[in-house]
């Protein structure tokens, strides 16, 4: 089965600051997608980017990127120019192959801080 | 377009008690995933349904069932509350097998008493 871990319960940054989110992962598959999810006190899980196994690159939106190593099952979340909007909870999350469904397998969370 | 709508948002049901809630896709998604969010237990999933077909399954009892409408609709169902099932459940929708995308609901909040 695979497993999700995020090892920071919380983190703080500074608004204009920079800071990173860790997340190591276990599998035994080759080709699977990850993500990072942004939870604020709405509730409502939101999108911040993912990552194919397949691709070598590391996915970037804005001031969001990822530093994915494959070889050390590693996907960390970098946030640049950090601002108080960017205040949540932080889950890590994987899925398998296409194939395999819709299934989403998350980490413990991350609370990040933000101050100004 | 609309996104994915839960309904109710919240609920407070008494032990023993059986609950059903609703979740709405984004139009044109068959695909529809429930995740129980709990303190303790974090974020698990509860099952997928894809045209009205159930996927997968989590590891969760017999009490919690669910189901696929032709619309796409899903209902899920928890017979003989438990205070534990106090949680947080979340849906997501996504289009289908050629997507990796879902999009999530903001959630039903249900508490046992």
């Known amino acids: 089965a695979q497993t999700v871990t995020q090892s920071q319960p919380e983190m703080s940054v500074q608004e204009a600051e920079t800071v990173t989110l860790s997340c190591t992962y276990d599998t035994s598959e080759s080709d699977y997608y990850l993500f990072w999810y942004k939870q604020p006190p709405s509730r409502q899980m939101i999108l911040v980017i993912r990552q194919e196994a397949y691709k070598q690159q590391n996915a970037t939106e804005n001031r969001f990127s990822v530093n994915f190593q494959k070889a050390a099952k590693s996907f960390s979340l970098k946030i640049s120019d950090s601002q108080l909007g960017d205040a949540a909870m932080y889950f890590c999350a994987y899925r398998r192959d296409l194939n395999a469904g819709n299934m989403l397998t998350f980490g413990g969370g991350t609370r990040l801080m933000v101050k100004p | 377009k609309a996104g994915v709508t839960q309904t109710p948002r919240y609920l407070i049901k008494t032990r023993g008690q059986q609950v059903t809630l609703s979740c709405s896709p984004i139009?044109?998604?068959?695909?529809v995933s429930w995740y129980q969010q709990t303190p303790g237990q974090g974020l698990q999933f509860l099952f997928e349904?894809?045209?009205?077909?159930?996927?997968n399954k989590g590891n969760f009892p017999g009490r919690f069932s669910g189901r696929q409408f032709s619309n796409s609709r899903s209902e899920m169902n928890v017979s003989t509350l438990e205070l534990g099932d106090s949680a947080l459940y979340l849906c997501?929708?996504?289009?289908?097998?050629?997507?990796?995308?879902?999009?999530f609901g903001q959630g039903t909040r249900l508490t046992v008493v």
């Open positions: 139009s044109g998604h068959r695909s």
């Open positions: 349904y894809f045209s009205e077909t159930q996927r």
């Open positions: 997501a929708s996504s289009f289908g097998t050629d997507d990796a995308e879902a999009f």
